[in-house]
């Protein structure tokens, strides 16, 4: 197997971030900013077929150095999608750079007239699952819709935090059946709907005011779902759908006839009065120790009433085993992956801050479940990208990523591994290293060849030092930390040591 491309896209970066500066005004895109972009397909042309033709050739691990702005990676990946009409997970680092890449994006998919539908963006859930509190509604409610659309068919561009990529979910199939259809002139009992509104997440309101609520007045439900403008109202005659309608809700009047209409879920798996009346039941079996007897009685007060409880979305898979991962969503994407360093040292931090948390809490007494039962674990993610098509994003350059494919095709030469390890940890609390350990343990990090930009504040490094290569740096007591200049001048990276 040949070698990875390693893509110098230092000329796209320097380029765009000139001609971006000067087309932008207050912030505003403007006209100007359009002909700055038409300028721009000029000078980055050569590196920009480079890259397209590694991808339609197929070739499994391209990495693209020196691109630092996030304006320039969403311009090259829009872009990329738009000629190559191929699909695109992007992983992120934390759902705050979810959201700033996702707006870029937006523009150049805008831009380059990409066909299908925006960016659809997976956040991970920011809750310690060992905290007691349940996610954040808000961040349900895009997980859950992201999810579904991706489950019947559209998502051609996705972005997801790296948290989210460990998170396990519902699989595809149940996630496809949740929420509702509904077809003029088909029969669907009343109660069935308003049974499956109830398990996807959706609260009866009486007249309903926004998304994720329904209404029920004799034959007549009122539903709004999230990836709607306007509410439906559905009429009934026995059984069978007699008149769909999108309405105005201050107003109530009918606004347009609908032949058939889609409900999307609030969360990405259903759950019944039933199941939270079997959960206190098995919980009881499970829990069984005496230490956990006060805060067990707590939570199965409300859940033998059929009743959810702070924090249930984290123990409700003692029942309902969660059987998918994202990744069985993104079969036929390519995996772009943005600054591959930072992503490894956030999932190792995640990792070690998972397991502790998980002592703490079930050594205290109260319930939990193991972190296997929600999460991907090292060789779980492992096995996952394995067979994947990769992009790879570096701010760092050269340097950086051709030391990693050493390590990573010198691991493949060894032991017959696939060559892209997916930068995650032997184990939960180990570094997260590419390929065999070993290899790591020997190599003696080169400097860069000064061909690097400046990049942003709080990405710089010393000039003279070389460059970061993934994993914790010892050094001065403490870890390397992005955005502090001061550690990096005084650090000799080292190889990560598991902690």
């Known amino acids: 197997m040949s070698k990875g491309s390693i893509i110098d896209a230092s000329h796209i970066n320097a380029n765009f971030g000139q001609l971006w500066q000067n087309g932008t005004t207050a912030g505003k895109r403007s006209a100007r900013r359009r002909e700055c972009f038409l300028r721009l397909g000029v000078f980055v042309g050569e590196e920009f077929d480079e890259l397209k033709r590694a991808v339609l050739g197929g070739q499994r691990i391209i990495t693209l150095s020196q691109l630092t702005s996030s304006s320039a990676k969403a311009y090259a990946l829009a872009r990329l999608r738009s000629e190559t009409g191929k699909k695109l997970a992007i992983v992120v680092e934390s759902n705050a750079e979810l959201d700033v890449l996702s707006c870029d994006l937006e523009f150049f998919q805008d831009y380059f007239g990409a066909p299908g539908p925006q960016v659809i963006t997976i956040p991970s859930f920011e809750t310690d699952p060992y905290s007691g509190v349940s996610p954040h509604a808000e961040t349900q409610e895009r997980r859950a819709l992201s999810l579904w659309q991706i489950a019947r068919g559209t998502g051609d561009v996705v972005l997801l935090s790296a948290r989210?990529?460990?998170?396990?979910?519902?699989?595809?199939?149940?996630?496809?059946?949740?929420?509702?259809?509904?077809?003029?002139?088909?029969?669907?009992p009343p109660e069935e709907l308003t049974e499956r509104l109830i398990a996807s997440g959706y609260v009866?309101?009486?007249?309903?005011?926004?998304?994720?609520?329904?209404?029920?007045?004799?034959?007549?439900?009122d539903a709004w779902s999230p990836d709607s403008e306007q509410p439906v109202r559905i009429e009934f005659f026995g059984d069978t759908v007699d008149s769909i309608?999108?309405?105005?809700?201050?107003?109530?009047?009918?606004?347009?006839?609908?032949?058939?209409?889609?409900?999307?879920p609030m969360r990405e798996f259903a759950v019944s009065d039933r199941d939270l009346k079997d959960w206190a039941f098995f919980a009881a079996e499970r829990f069984s120790d005496d230490r956990f007897r006060r805060n067990l009685k707590d939570r199965t007060d409300f859940a033998a009433e059929g009743e959810t409880f702070s924090?249930?979305?984290?123990?409700?898979?003692?029942?309902?085993p969660l059987k998918g991962s994202v990744f069985d969503y993104l079969n036929d994407h390519i995996i772009v992956v943005d600054e591959p360093a930072a992503i490894e040292q956030t999932l190792t931090n995640f990792y070690t801050n998972l397991d502790r948390s998980y002592i703490a809490v079930t050594d205290s007494g109260d319930v939990a479940l193991a972190p296997a039962e929600l999460f991907l674990q090292a060789e779980d993610l492992r096995e996952r990208l394995g067979p994947a098509h990769l992009i790879e994003l570096r701010s760092l350059g050269r340097t950086a990523a051709a030391t990693d494919e050493d390590f990573m095709f010198a691991a493949d030469e060894s032991a017959g591994s696939p060559p892209y390890q997916g930068g995650v940890a032997e184990g939960r609390g180990g570094s997260l290293q590419r390929g065999d350990e070993s290899t790591l343990d020997n190599v003696e990090p080169t400097a860069t060849s000064g061909e690097l930009p400046r990049l942003p504040a709080g990405k710089r490094g010393h000039p003279g030092s070389p460059p970061y290569q993934g994993g914790v740096a010892e050094g001065r007591g403490g870890s390397l930390q992005r955005g502090d200049e001061s550690t990096l001048d005084n650090v000799e990276p080292t190889a990560t040591s598991g902690e």
């Not at 009866?204 to 439900?221: D, H």
């Not at 201050?250 to 606004?255: G, H, K, P, R, V």
């Open 245 to 264: 309608r999108t309405f105005d809700p201050e107003t109530q009047l009918s606004i347009e006839q609908l032949r058939s209409v889609s409900i999307a």
């Open 311 to 320: 924090g249930w979305e984290f123990l409700l898979p003692l029942i309902r």
């Open 164 to 188: 989210s990529a460990l998170q396990r979910t519902a699989s595809v199939d149940e996630t496809k059946a949740l929420g509702a259809g509904l077809v003029r002139d088909a029969d669907l």
């Open 204 to 221: 009866r309101e009486e007249p309903i005011f926004g998304p994720g609520q329904f209404s029920l007045r004799g034959g007549i439900i």
